[in-house]
């Protein structure tokens, strides 16, 4: 009966201690996606130019158009919490691989702050997907012109950078999903 126990308990450890590898190796993932996300959308520039005709007695002149991610609200948002998404997971990772499961309130903070990053990190890209839907399609109602076919490179970047925090929120999810699975 007492073998019977210990067995027992050694499959649980055994399982624990492959959850915290897992989760360990889900933070490491988080942290290269965010990174990624924030630096690709981060550098994204791109000069053109375009014919601009004001008066249609006047000939057409050329301009020099940049697109920066400074220049969009939602983009500013979007790296910014990614940034925020890649220190945390940084902090999160030391205490995790410091403290190993054993701290019951550090466990529950860090599970709780995964969520967090997860609802913002959603926000940022539902904000940098809405402003990306309208500079890839326009908005007729309003007489707004589509970007992407003038500033092609610049908007696959951006679409590039949404698609890394994407699927570094879904390894926040599964972090999530391993803190609550650790408490059952």
């Known amino acids: 009966m007492e073998m019977q126990h210990k067995e027992e308990e050694m499959m649980v450890a055994n399982g624990g201690s492959r959850l ?6 889900t933070r490491f993932l988080a942290l290269a996606l965010t990174l990624a996300a924030a630096v690709v959308l981060g550098v994204n ?4 130019t375009i014919l601009v ?3 249609p007695s006047i000939p057409p002149v050329d301009m020099r158009i940049t697109a920066k991610w400074i220049q969009m609200s939602a983009f500013v948002y979007f790296v910014i919490i990614n940034a925020i998404a890649c220190s945390y997971t940084t902090i999160s990772l030391m205490f995790t691989l410091a403290t190993r499961g054993r701290k019951k309130n550090v466990s529950v903070m860090v599970t709780v702050l995964d969520l967090v990053m997860v609802a913002l990190l959603f926000s940022a890209i539902g904000a940098s997907g809405a402003v990306g839907l309208i500079g890839y399609t326009g908005n007729s109602h309003v007489q707004w012109r589509e970007v992407c076919n003038v500033f092609d490179k610049f908007c696959h970047q951006a679409a590039v950078a949404m698609g890394l925090s994407f699927i570094g929120s879904m390894a926040y999810l599964l972090l999530v999903i391993f803190g609550i699975y650790k408490k059952l």
């Open 53 to 55: 005709k004001i008066n």
């Open 45 to 48: 520039k791109q000069t053109t």
């Open 20 to 25: 915290r590898r897992m989760d360990a190796a």
